[in-house]
């Protein structure tokens, strides 16, 4: 099926991000479905309890981040001949279902929880690829202890994000479930396809972030759901061609990144600019115009250098070159 006009654009737009939602969810479901089918061999009583989720899953909706997980789970347990991880993976997709939890409604704020979800960010942060501190120290996955008070300042960004950038607000609706808060050390926010629509966000932790935690939740809601839009539009086209092996400076990590991630961090940071510049006629930050300046400064620094070193699809340029407009309307 050829995508629709539109979706490759850096603008935030609520039907295209419906759309890429539903086209998430039919490849989840389409890979369960696979998945069952296979397990029906070796284990078919499991199979057999699992088969009513196939059902259940309506693709107009948001299929809860777990479901993704337990999915990776089960595909991951499938290629390494895990049959333990098979069962377990199946047997909690059944509970899911009969615990009415294959779908998340509302955007769930919450600290960590330590369940599937935060146990497949967790193998990410700790695997050998994930981020590491100046010294290689490992990093720190905490829960928040004093989380209300910082709820309440998510839920004052998701208000000023209604009401200066209905655009974004509209696409964080379509696309994101869960908001997880957690103190950290050595790594910043994180979203991972591996459970689809969730987040977990960081505090707070410059002088001007502490100042005014409203704009700087608005800046992380709006950089992880970018994150996320281009996750799933990665599913319609590769976008991006280099070779993953090759490493170029990036403005926002000290170490070298493939194109791919400074082709993400121009993408984020556009729209982060178009969410800030139209934050500044609802809400009262003397701080803004020096975060937008200083963002600015890494979107041109970001985009040169895609612009320079990438080897981009057709439909990659096309969103490349929306994030130059995007920022030049912002500006």
């Known amino acids: 099926m050829e995508p629709e006009p539109g979706i490759f654009e850096a603008q935030p737009s609520p039907a295209r991000a419906h759309l890429l939602r539903t086209r998430v969810n039919s490849l989840l ?18 199979a057999a309890a699992a088969e009513p989720v196939l059902d259940e899953l309506d693709i107009d909706r948001r299929i809860a981040p777990a479901v993704f997980s337990l999915h990776r789970q089960i595909s ?12 377990i993976g199946l047997a909690r997709l059944r509970a899911c279902h009969d615990r009415g939890e294959l779908f998340t409604d509302e955007i ?4 960590l929880r330590w369940d599937v979800c935060d146990h497949e960010t967790a193998h990410y942060i700790y695997s050998s690829t994930g981020p590491r501190g100046p010294n290689d120290e490992l990093p720190t996955m905490l829960p928040v202890p004093d989380f209300e008070q910082h709820a309440v300042a998510v839920r004052r960004a998701q208000d000023l994000l209604r009401v200066a950038s209905p655009d974004m607000h509209g696409e964080v609706t379509a696309l994101v479930s869960s908001i997880r808060l957690y103190d950290q050390r050595h790594i910043g926010s994180v979203s991972t396809p591996r459970s ?3 987040m977990h966000l960081h505090l707070p932790t410059s002088p001007p972030e502490i100042d005014d935690p409203t704009v700087c939740f608005v800046d992380r809601i709006t950089h992880e759901t970018s994150h996320i839009a281009l996750n799933a539009v990665m599913t319609q086209d590769k976008l991006v061609l280099n070779d993953p092996a090759d490493r170029f400076r990036s403005p926002l990590r000290a170490d070298p990144r493939p194109i791919a991630g400074i082709y993400h961090g121009t993408f984020v940071l556009s729209r982060v600019i178009h969410v800030l510049s139209r934050a500044r006629a609802h809400h009262d930050s003397p701080a803004l115009p020096t975060i937008l300046e200083q963002l600015t400064t890494a979107f041109d620094d970001a985009h040169d250098t895609v612009a320079k070193h990438g080897q981009l699809s057709e ?9 130059r407009e995007l920022v030049t309307r912002a500006t």
């Open 29 to 46: 479901r389409e890979g369960l479905r696979r998945s069952i089918a296979i397990a029906r061999s070796a284990i078919p009583d499991h």
């Open 76 to 87: 991951s347990g499938m290629r390494e001949q895990d049959v333990t991880q098979v069962v």
């Open 315 to 323: 439909a990659g340029q096309q969103i490349l070159d929306s994030c």
């Open 108 to 111: 769930e704020v919450s600290t």
């Open 196 to 198: 689809f629509g969730l």
